[in-house]
C-alpha cells in the first residue's frame, strides 16, 4: 500500500468501515511509513479532544426564544426569498456580443459549404482501350510484382497476371512436342 491510498481510506479506517483485509494493509502501512504514523496520531489525538469535550446545553427556555425570534421576523413573501444581484444579469452588449458570435458562425458555415459542394464536371475526351502487346503486358506484370514485394502487398501483382493472362495464352505458340504422336 502506497502513502496515497493510505490518506484516501484513513477516514474508513479511523472509523473502523474498511473489510478486515485493508484493515490490515493500513496497520502494517502505518508500522513501515513514519509520515502516515504521524498523521494518523494527530487525527485520532484531535479526535479524542472533540470527544473529550463536555456537551453543550441550552438554556429551559432557548426554544421559546428562537420561536419568538422567527415570528418577529413576520410572514416571508416570495419577493423577499428572491435575491437578485443586477451584476449577474447579463446587459444588452452581452447580448449584441452572442448575436454578433452566432452570425459569424452562420456565414462560416455557409461559406464554407461552397467549398465542399460539387463542383460542375468538365466535358473530358472520350478514352479508348487498347491491348497491349504480349511483351507489354510482361514487363508491367513483372514490374508490377517487383514494386509491390518490398511493400507487402502481394494481392495486386496477381490480379495484375490475371488480368493479363488471357493476351498471354493468345499470344503463346502451342506446339505438340509430346513423344507419342
Not at 7 to 35: I, W, Y
Not at 57 to 68: G, V
Not at 127 to 141: K, Y
Request: aromatic share 6%; hydrophobic share 45%; net charge neutral.
Amino acid at each position: 500500500m502506497d502513502c496515497r491510498e493510505f490518506r484516501n481510506k484513513h477516514v474508513a479506517f479511523v472509523d473502523d468501515l474498511l473489510p478486515a483485509v485493508e484493515m490490515d494493509a493500513m496497520q502494517r502501512h502505518l508500522l513501515t511509513c513514519s509520515g502516515c504514523s504521524r498523521q494518523d496520531t494527530r487525527v485520532r489525538r484531535s479526535l479524542m479532544m472533540v470527544r473529550s469535550l463536555p456537551p453543550i446545553e441550552t438554556s429551559p427556555d432557548f426554544m421559546q426564544k428562537l420561536n419568538d425570534r422567527i415570528a418577529d421576523l413576520g410572514p416571508v413573501s416570495r419577493t423577499d426569498r428572491v435575491v437578485t444581484n443586477t451584476a449577474f444579469l447579463p446587459s444588452l452588449g452581452a447580448f449584441a456580443a452572442l448575436a454578433a458570435g452566432v452570425a459569424v458562425v452562420a456565414y462560416m458555415a455557409v461559406e464554407t459549404s461552397h467549398y465542399f459542394a460539387p463542383g460542375q464536371n468538365p466535358q473530358r475526351p472520350a478514352l479508348v482501350a487498347t491491348s497491349p502487346d504480349a511483351e507489354a503486358a510482361a514487363a508491367i506484370s513483372n514490374a508490377a510484382l517487383v514494386a509491390s514485394v518490398p511493400t507487402g502487398i502481394p494481392v495486386w501483382p496477381a490480379v495484375i497476371m490475371a488480368g493479363q493472362s488471357p493476351l498471354r495464352f493468345a499470344s503463346m505458340q502451342f506446339t505438340d512436342d509430346s513423344p507419342g504422336r
